[in-house]
């Protein structure tokens, strides 16, 4: 089957285009693609150096708008397309992800055209544009009818339908709607294709069966690489949940990832059975070993420490008495290879793992952490999340199986000073955070210096996080 995929592209940064041919190439590695310019690009030479690395045609275009051309944009692009002969024309943004091959064999026999459909059943349904695949006898089709060339599409007042009216009085009009106005003058079909997850704005969650995800703004090229994980963990005399649960946490590693364990002024031996049982973890760089001398535990402080050291551009929290099972790794990685986000346990698993927390690095920093007027037990994490999805992050909640956690009594447990009681301490927790977001605080610790220790690692070598 020969599908050819056309991207057009406006003002695009060079790297978000390189990302999403990145993707592209990933899942069709000979497919036949051109790039269109509509209008002069502002980094056209290095566009041209992103065309060439990828075997994309490149064709500089004239700036068409729909208000002034009509429907010459598509006329272009069909244009362009009919030449390779397609089976599939696939007309995709460069803010979409192609993450695997589409199965073009599930969509509908009488559609023309197929996507995401959106606002089904309304007059102003559509095939969303960030992923459109119009069959190879429908772009032949539609250029053998002239419709395209119509004066009639120059005045979207005319035959826009429904939340058209808005784009309209802006002085805009997208170039999805004006297909879908040609579709309905030539009594065309068009049908939804549940692999292609394409979106005006990006989901809080993507659709995990999708071989298609739109929109991810703001890509680089980093992005199309699978990130390294951080996993976090810090311990104050608990290393009877460490000799549980390290080595099993090390024995499923991804050569990629490392564990960054913050000793957090143990007394109980901690450091002599790391460097007895886990030397060769610390030499291989699998597992980095560090000492904070402190005699009271503060669990916000030491876990910003510990992320602080952490090296991989993802950083998640893996409390002393969580496993980290096979493919919760590579789970966190298909996650964030979707771009920004926060992850964290179901309220099923709440005080043993709804603590497990990941995001990006830079976000985390962003964000200023932990806040570290949390001393005690609880929300110090539960701020953390509330933070990250008011600054705009999508939360994701981690399957349960990758949510598996060591049970013990909640007697161990330190509460804020003042606190003597679970309910007293969640009362403290929820007081901070609240009055932080109802002041718009979403970067917590400001005018402090934070997250910051002087550390021994395993070798002696003192280090500052």
């Given amino acids: 089957m020969n599908i050819v995929f056309g ?35 502002p980094y056209e030479s290095a566009v041209l150096a992103v065309c060439r690395q990828h075997r994309a045609h490149f064709e500089r275009g004239k700036r068409l708008k729909v208000l002034e051309a009509g429907a010459a944009w598509w006329q272009r692009f069909f244009t362009l397309g009919h030449a390779y002969r397609p089976d ?4 995709f943004d460069a803010d979409t992800r192609i993450r695997r091959c589409v199965d073009f064999s599930k969509a509908a026999s009488t559609a023309d055209v197929i996507g995401r459909v959106t606002t089904p059943g309304l007059p102003h349904e559509n095939v969303q544009g ?9 772009v032949e089709r539609i250029l053998d009818s002239d419709e395209c060339l119509s004066l009639l599409w120059r005045d979207p007042a005319s035959w826009a339908r429904g939340e058209c009216g808005r784009l309209i009085r802006r002085g805009e009009i997208s170039t999805d709607f004006t297909l879908m106005a ?8 068009w049908a939804n294709h549940d692999e292609i997850d394409s979106h005006w704005r990006a989901p809080r969650t993507w659709c995990p069966s999708a071989a298609v995800t739109h929109p991810h703004k703001g890509m680089t090229p980093a992005d199309a690489e699978p990130p390294g994980i951080s996993l976090c963990m810090t311990c104050y005399n608990r290393l009877s949940f460490l000799q549980q649960t390290l080595p099993r946490n090390l024995a499923c590693l991804d050569p990629r990832d490392e564990i960054v364990l913050l000793d957090y002024g143990s007394t109980d031996g901690l450091g002599d059975w790391v460097r007895m049982a886990l030397l060769d973890a610390l030499r291989d760089g699998r597992l980095k070993y560090f000492r904070a001398e402190t005699s009271r ?14 090296t991989r551009r993802v950083v998640c929290n893996l409390d002393a008495d969580n496993f980290a099972p096979a493919g919760f790794a590579d789970w966190l990685r298909e996650v964030f290879l979707d771009g920004p986000a926060i992850t964290h346990g179901d309220a099923q698993s709440y005080g043993g793992g709804y603590g497990r927390i990941a995001l990006f690095k830079e976000d985390f920093l962003r964000l200023g952490g932990y806040d570290e007027r949390f001393v005690g037990w609880s929300y110090d994490d539960e701020d953390l999340r509330r933070r990250a999805m008011a600054s705009g992050l999508r939360a994701v909640v981690t399957p349960a199986p990758f949510i598996t956690f060591l049970h013990h ?3 161990i447990r330190q509460f804020a000073p003042g606190a003597t009681t679970q309910e007293e301490d969640l009362a403290f927790g929820r007081a901070i955070s609240r009055g932080s977001l109802a002041q718009g605080r979403l970067r917590a610790n400001q005018g ?15 280090v500052a996080s």
């Fill in 7 to 41: 991207l057009t592209v406006h003002d695009e940064p060079a790297g978000q285009i390189d990302w999403c041919l990145t993707w592209l190439r990933r899942a069709y590695p000979s497919a036949p693609v051109f790039v269109v310019s509509d209008g002069p690009h």
């Fill in 88 to 91: 599939w024309l696939v007309k």
């Fill in 130 to 138: 960030g992923f459109q695949a119009i069959r190879g006898s429908a």
């Fill in 182 to 189: 040609i579709l309905r003058a030539l009594r065309m079909h």
């Fill in 297 to 310: 535990w503060h669990v916000s402080h030491a876990k910003n420490v510990a992320h602080r050291l952490a």
């Fill in 409 to 411: 009594s909640h007697a």
């Fill in 448 to 462: 402090q210096v934070w997250g910051r220790a002087l550390v021994r690692c395993f070798d002696g070598e003192l």
